[in-house]
């Protein structure tokens, strides 16, 4: 099943199983939304359960928040990354705070979907990782799942969880398939996955990098190297305990994200496992990622992506240690 | 302990309590647009109401106003009883004197900051008379007046600006939302909820209040498209008090600003808002109609702010006394107690036993606000998320190793 169809099956089934849950957003109903990931939800269960909003990013999320303070769960889209700061606001000041300033009296049960990243040759303010911006704000939890199986699970997760869940969707592995299984038992949303078991070095990513990470192990065992891959899932909180497993035994870290690496998720779990790890390292922990500059034209997105190579001369240059 | 632990550690458990300091007139219109029959599911609202000029029943001289354009709005009060009558000016009376009491305390360094509703309590007082316990209020920071209508015990109020809370409630109590600082926000979580209502098939309704200065704001404008769009049952109260700290409304609109219900497709009325009897008739014509599923509404209550936008500002800067002047031959205190003494209404006892009622409430919050402890060190990591989040977990577990190392330190 495909990362898109995934989360169609994961809607459908909230939808299904909770009256409570509202799909909103611009464009999720008859079309489906602008990838299609919300298809056919509107004609199995209405305008009611399946709202076409105007064209309101703040007004989508701050009236979201007020049907949470009515007892819904709502689950917006937000059509892509760039276009998420009109809602910032709200979702900063009123969304992760709600709950705290009400000491603890209400919850804020609201899931917003963002598709994110790059690598579809968009035009600008379509191909951006802000992750780092929403994990940074307290009472605000980050996810992005990378393959069908997680994207199912963790809208599950996201969907009944008390708090708000910014749920990062790889646009780029909208289309990648993978076996689902809806009878399965996951794990915790915020638990981190060993994607391959390595001796060497451990590469750190989530969503969109972790295929990438894959395959720059697959890369690296054609030269004797054994790679570690790890999928974080979660980007608030990180799961820094399993992290910090695989670097105790590999003593080598590189993470990888296609957001800018200054001040990017990189950074925090560069500087956490350096604290956690200090004397188990042989090399300073290396980052992978996007440059400080506005996402570039898509004509020369390759440049500014991390691609294999990058990421095998981080790997190089962390073994030269 | 060493020395070097010695001169740390006392330096910053001096415990400074930082409460901070920051801190057209147009003809009247056809008395029938507006209340025709509609359905939720109508989109052509009718975007007038009865009357579009300045709705007042009672002038400041204390004069009933028997206009027959505003006949459609005054039946809502038609049955009013001089019992009804000396609750709201009892309401008025107490909510001012909790007010000066609040400011007193911050001016005395108990409170952080104060926002005053000085002058603007027949615009809360109208309106929060007009709600029905099932409708849900969503105030801004200034709606003391309106929380006392809702059963809000108004030492409650305090919390956030005695720097105890970030607001303190539970919203649910007395279907009193939270305050809310940033500008406007809380006009979109008042649509969605009215949303809500609907979709629940429930009749009652949701108002949210701001001020002219949030009109300007993007959240507003959205709101009211969200509402007019999905004829969600929310009535927009804004209470023009001709202020935003120091901008005033030409500043903010170039159009009175009840007219701007009628470009998103809903009615918008202009009430004389140091009018407490006009005020309750409007909202209750708002709040009905919102019931019956005639969808939004927009109030401007034209009143005034008589003090400081908050305790922070200085409003000598930028507006003369003259004006104030000529706002307090209006206030709405003195305009209902005018009405009730003619009418004979109420009586010298009556007013004794506000007076008596109003200083023991002064006394009260005195007594609560400076009894008011403050919150338990650890309530920082408290609340933050309703699930639990790793992050948390780990910084509490430092933050209790680090307070215990001050015992380990004296030798406790």
């Not at chain 1, 750190?204 to 899932?233: F, I, T, W």
């Not at chain 2, 507006?34 to 975007?47: D, E, Q, V």
Request: proline residues 5%; glycine residues 8%.
């Amino acid at each position: 099943m495909a990362l898109a169809k995934a989360i169609n099956e994961s809607l459908r089934r909230a939808l299904e199983s909770d009256p409570k849950v509202l799909i909103m957003g611009e464009d999720v109903g008859k079309l489906g939304g602008v990838f299609r990931v919300t298809d056919g939800l509107q004609k199995d269960f209405g305008e009611d359960r399946v709202i076409d909003t105007p064209l309101a990013e703040s007004g989508i999320v701050g009236t979201a928040i007020g049907l949470a303070l009515r007892g819904y769960r709502p689950v917006v889209e937000i059509q892509f990354d760039g276009f998420v700061f009109p809602a910032y606001d709200q979702i900063v000041t009123q969304l992760a705070k709600m709950h705290a300033r009400s000491l603890g009296k209400v919850k804020m049960p609201v899931v917003i979907r963002i598709p994110y990243g790059g690598g579809i040759g968009a035009v600008e303010h379509h191909s951006e990782s802000p992750e780092a911006l929403f994990a940074h704000v307290a009472g605000l939890k980050v996810v992005s799942p990378s393959n069908s199986a997680d994207a199912y699970w963790m809208m599950q997760q996201a969907i009944q969880s008390d708090d708000p869940v910014i749920y990062f969707e790889p646009k780029r592995r909208y289309w990648d398939k993978a076996e689902v299984d809806p009878e399965a038992i996951p794990g915790p949303l915020h638990a981190a996955r060993v994607v391959r078991e390595g001796t060497d070095l451990t590469l750190a990513a989530y969503g969109p990098m972790v295929k990438l990470c894959q395959e720059a192990a697959d890369a690296a065992a054609e030269e004797g190297r054994s790679l570690e891959v790890l999928d974080l899932r979660s980007i608030s909180p990180v799961d820094f305990d399993t992290v910090q497993a695989s670097v105790e035994k590999t003593r080598r870290l590189v993470v990888v994200h296609e957001a800018p690496v200054f001040l990017g998720s990189g950074a925090e779990i560069a500087a956490r496992i350096t604290e956690r790890c200090f004397y188990h390292l042989e090399a300073p922990v290396l980052r992978v990622g996007g440059y400080h500059a506005p996402y570039p034209p898509a004509r020369i997105e390759e440049d500014y992506l991390p691609d294999l190579d990058r990421v095998l001369d981080a790997v190089d240059r962390s073994l030269a240690y | 302990m060493t020395e070097s632990t010695a001169a740390r550690k006392p330096r910053r458990s001096a415990g400074s309590k930082a409460t901070g300091t920051t801190g057209t007139k147009a003809g009247a219109a056809a008395a029938k647009a507006g209340t025709a029959g509609a359905k939720r599911t109508t989109r052509t609202a009718a975007t007038k109401g009865p009357a579009t000029e300045l709705v007042q029943l009672l002038t400041p001289e204390g004069e009933r106003v028997e206009t027959a354009a505003y006949a459609e709005y005054a039946q809502y009060v038609a049955g009013i009883t001089p019992d009804e009558l000396r609750g709201l000016y009892r309401d008025m009376v107490l909510t001012r004197r909790f007010d000066a009491e609040a400011t007193a305390l911050q001016r005395q360094g108990e409170l952080g900051l104060w926002a005053s509703l000085l002058g603007q309590e027949a615009a809360q007082i109208g309106s929060g008379r007009a709600t029905r316990e099932d409708d849900y209020v969503f105030p801004t920071y200034r709606e003391h007046g309106v929380a006392w209508c809702r059963g809000v015990d108004p030492t409650n109020l305090l919390g956030m600006f005695r720097g105890v809370n970030n607001g303190g409630w539970d919203p649910n109590s007395n279907n009193f939302h939270l305050y809310t600082i940033v500008i406007g926000s809380q006009a979109l979580h008042a649509t969605g909820y009215a949303m809500g209502i609907t979709k629940d098939g429930a009749d009652s309704a949701v108002i949210a209040y701001f001020g002219d200065g949030a009109s300007s704001q993007g959240d507003v404008s959205e709101a009211f498209n969200f509402a007019a769009v999905y004829n969600a049952p929310v009535v927009f109260f804004c209470q023009n008090n001709q202020w935003a700290i120091s901008e005033s409304n030409e500043k903010q609109t170039r159009v009175p600003l009840y007219q701007r219900a009628q470009g998103f497709g809903f009615p918008g009325v202009r009430v004389d808002g140091n009018d407490a009897l006009a005020v309750l008739a409007v909202t209750r014509w708002a709040l009905e109609r919102a019931r019956r599923g005639e969808g939004p509404a927009l109030i401007e209550a034209y009143t005034y702010r008589m003090g400081a936008h908050t305790t922070s500002d200085d409003p000598s800067r930028y507006r003369h006394d003259d004006e104030r002047v000529a706002w307090e031959a209006k206030d709405p205190i003195l305009r209902l107690r005018r009405f009730l003494e003619s009418a004979h209404h109420a009586d010298e006892g009556f007013f004794g036993e506000l007076e008596a009622e109003s200083e023991a409430l002064g006394k009260r919050v005195r007594e609560v606000v400076r009894a008011m402890p403050d919150p338990d060190r650890f309530a920082i990591f408290e609340n933050v998320y309703a699930d639990g989040h790793a992050l948390v977990d780990e910084e509490r577990a430092q933050f209790a190793a680090y307070q215990a190392s001050f015992a380990e330190a004296e030798g406790v």
